[in-house]
T-cell receptor, first 115, second 113 residues
Framework: EAQVTQNPRYLITVTGKKLTVTCSQN?????MSWYRQDPGLGLRQIYY???????DKGDVPEGYKVSRKEKRNFPLILESPSPNQTSLYFC??????????????FGPGTRLTVT | GESVGLHLPTLSVQEGDNSIINCAYS??????FIWYKQESGKGPQFIID?????DKRQGQRVTVLLNKTVKHLSLQIAATQPGDSAVYFC????????????FGKGTHLIIQP
């Protein structure tokens, strides 16, 4: 089944404790992206990657890191989480931009709470 | 990118009626628009898309209309069913898509029995 998977789905952590949220897609998509979703603010892009070893900042990149060493994986890293990073996080992927394939397919979400 | 907004945070309709969800965008350079549906506890799901060189596109029970003159996008759902209850987001991107998608804040569609 074609899908985007994220782990963990739920995470409660403490301020300053490094964490990684994994994202994997099995559709051989070139483009991958991370969003956070907050009440009243909708979905905001954190980082995106157009291909392996190519990453760029989105609208709200502060406090986050990403890497794209393999095509299928795009982990989101919080080196020192803070309470304002409590949010619902979504990973998404799309076939690629060159062919005009802009529609993105989303994972199930990771609900992160930082205390 | 510039924001994409929706007119109403909540829309309540009777089952069987048609629903119209509206979205206003501010960037006239936007080239591609998508509607997503997000059910409770799930990620957004692609519904339908439209490019800026079109003004109407139809899918199964859904129609997207684009009015570039007033920078307005709408999603029409025919014969609304209980399974249509969700939050609907419009999203836009510039030509080339490199900046990713910019999402509106969403409209919660509530289906009354």
């Amino acid at each position: 089944e074609a899908q985007v998977t994220q782990n963990p789905r739920y995470l409660i952590t403490v301020t300053g404790k490094k964490l990684t949220v994994t994202c994997s897609q099995n559709m051989n998509h070139e483009y991958m992206s991370w969003y956070r979703q907050d009440p009243g603010l909708g979905l905001r892009q954190i980082y995106y990657s157009m291909n392996v070893e190519v990453t760029d900042k989105g609208d709200v990149p502060e406090g986050y890191k990403v890497s794209r060493k393999e095509k299928r994986n795009f982990p989101l890293i919080l080196e020192s989480p803070s309470p304002n990073q409590t949010s619902l996080y979504f990973c998404a992927s799309s076939l690629g931009l060159a062919g005009g394939h802009y529609e993105q397919y989303f994972g199930p979400g990771t609900r992160l709470t930082v205390t | 990118g510039e924001s994409v907004g929706l007119h109403l945070p909540t829309l309540s309709v009777q089952e069987g009626d048609n629903s119209i969800i509206n979205c206003a965008y501010s960037n006239s350079a936007s080239d591609y628009f998508i509607w997503y549906k997000q059910e409770s506890g799930k990620g957004p799901q692609f519904i339908i898309d439209i490019r800026s060189n079109m003004d109407k596109r139809q899918g199964q029970r859904v129609t997207v209309l684009l009015n570039k003159t007033v920078k307005h996008l709408s999603l029409q759902i025919a014969a609304t069913q209980p399974g249509d209850s969700a939050v609907y987001f419009c999203a836009e991107t510039l030509a080339g898509g490199a900046d990713g998608l910019t999402f509106g804040k969403g409209t919660h569609l509530i289906i009354q029995p």
